[in-house]
């Protein structure tokens, strides 16, 4: 249904390595964000955009980085990962419209550091 | 800081029987959303509600947005193998900016053929 992408879907890396994970969708939208998710456990929000060149932190502290360069591209990166990081990375994009603030969520990436 | 959360943490019933699945904020909310989770997924989108007391029906789900707007409820009627996965509530605060939603903290179904 939704037309957001994520790779890689599984990344296993050693500690100490830069990883960035890509996110992109062609829906247009202004909005996107980045949630982190632990097995079985609620989404929390760690970087959001309302558009180009916008970037604001979320509510869970992060050591990640994100860029919103163009409107369909949200890659997040980590310069440095360790073995905390090791999480599910979802992305996701909503409407401009206020009426419908509907998420639609990307296939995720499981991220393992070792 | 605001908090969302959902009862039960689980719930396994046996398929046919209904399910049940609460959210209450610590503050009011602008608008509640659902999602649904299967295994090894990603959420995927229900439903919002805006007003109070609001209720939608899809087919055999029934949402309710309480009339303080602060607690919901998502209702499964005769509950089938295709239900399982973790439904997760998800809040829009007032005077924060737009769609920062507050995911609750999830219900696991697991239905029994």
């Known amino acids: 249904e939704a037309d957001i992408y994520q790779t890689p879907r599984y990344l296993v890396i050693g500690t100490g390595k830069k990883i960035t994970l890509e996110c992109s969708q062609t829906m247009g939208h202004d909005k996107m964000y980045w949630y982190q998710q632990d097995p079985g456990m609620e989404l929390h929000l760690i970087h959001y955009s309302y558009g180009v060149n916008s970037t604001e932190k979320g509510d869970l502290s992060s050591e990640s980085t994100v860029s919103r360069i163009r409107t369909e591209h949200f890659p997040l990166t980590l310069e440095s990962a360790r073995p905390s990081h090791t999480s599910q990375y979802l992305c996701?994009?909503?409407?401009?419209?206020?009426?419908?603030?509907?998420?639609?969520f990307g296939s995720g990436t499981q991220l393992s550091v070792l | 800081g605001q908090q969302v959360m959902q009862i039960p943490q689980y719930q396994h019933v046996q398929e046919g029987e209904d399910f049940t699945t609460y959210c209450n904020s610590s503050t009011t909310l602008s608008n509640i959303q659902w999602y649904k989770q299967r295994p090894g997924g990603h959420p995927v989108f229900l439903i919002q509600l805006v007003k109070s007391g609001e209720v939608k029906k899809q087919k055999r789900l029934t949402f309710q947005f309480g009339e303080a707007k602060k607690n919901s409820s998502l209702h499964i009627t005769a509950t089938q193998t295709t239900d399982v996965g973790t439904y997760f509530c998800a809040g829009g605060p007032y005077g924060g900016a737009t769609n920062k939603l507050i995911f609750g903290t999830g219900t696991l179904l697991a239905v029994q053929p």
């Open positions: 996701a994009s909503s409407e401009t419209n206020r009426q419908n603030e509907k998420l639609f």
